[in-house]
T-cell receptor, first 117, second 108 residues
Framework: GAGVSQSPSNKVTEKGKDVELRCDPISGHTALYWYRQSLGQGLEFLIYFQGNSAPDKSGLPSDRFSAERTGGSVSTLTIQRTQQEDSAVYLC???????????????FGAGTRLSVL | KNEVEQSPQNLTAQEGEFITINCSYSVGISALHWLQQHPGGGIVSLFMLSSGKKKHGRLIATINIQEKHSSLHITASHPRDSAVYICAVLNTGNQFYFGTGTSLTVIP
């Protein structure tokens, strides 16, 4: 596909379980971003990858959150021991270069809606 | 105090009106984004800019680095422009800060 793909589109899980969210960026895009939007809240930046490395992990809300990116392409966001406050839409975006290097539009996926019961 | 302030929070306009949404920020930035979020939740990145002015169709974004201010203008507004518009800045430490958004409703 031509756009950013996220899976699953919806995930319902029980409190305490681990979840993995996947993002397939646009082919050739080196920068990848994860955000989340909780109900009634604004967008919250989580983490940013340039290639396989994550220059900025400061947005991760707790040590239960981790993310990796392999091969400079697919990224997974893992939430361990999920809590109800983790319920949100998790958005992924990619851009050709990103970061402070240049001016690049971010292309967003449709998001994964996570509900923790 | 938020690092990014948007105004107005809510805006209702008649179709055809010229619309301006403002964004002020308090941190040193390397770039500023304008995002559009439709009622269904989908988010589109409209502009990313670090100086001057950009235009895309009926949308114009400007930024004044000295005044730490950006504006998003919509000319000849249309009901399909109804959405939440979000200003986001990337600071020099590569940290993002987001405004709380401006909810725009354009009435036919």
């Amino acid at each position: 596909g031509a756009g950013v793909s996220q899976s699953p589109s919806n995930k319902v899980t029980e409190k305490g379980k681990d979840v993995e969210l996947r993002c397939d960026p646009i082919s050739g895009h080196t920068a990848l971003y994860w955000y989340r939007q909780s109900l009634g809240q604004g967008l919250e930046f989580l983490i940013y990858f340039q290639g396989n490395s994550a220059p900025d992990k400061s947005g991760l809300p707790s040590d239960r959150f981790s993310a990796e990116r392999t091969g400079g392409s697919v990224s997974t966001l893992t939430i361990q021991r999920t809590q109800q406050e983790d319920s949100a839409v998790y958005l992924c975006a990619s851009s050709p270069r990103g970061g402070i290097i240049g001016e690049n539009i971010q292309y967003f996926g449709a998001g994964t809606r996570l509900s923790v019961l | 105090k938020n690092e990014v302030e948007q105004s107005p929070q809510n805006l209702t306009a008649q179709e055809g009106e010229f619309i301006t949404i403002n964004c002020s920020y308090s941190v040193g930035i390397s770039a500023l984004h304008w995002l559009q979020q439709h009622p269904g939740g989908g988010i589109v990145s409209l502009f990313m800019l670090s100086s001057g002015k950009k235009k895309h169709g009926r949308l114009i974004a400007t930024i004044n680095i000295q005044e730490k201010h950006s504006s998003l203008h919509i000319t000849a507004s249309h009901p399909r422009d109804s959405a939440v518009y979000i200003c986001a800045v990337l600071n020099t430490g590569n940290q993002f800060y987001f405004g709380t958004g401006t909810s725009l409703t354009v009435i036919p």
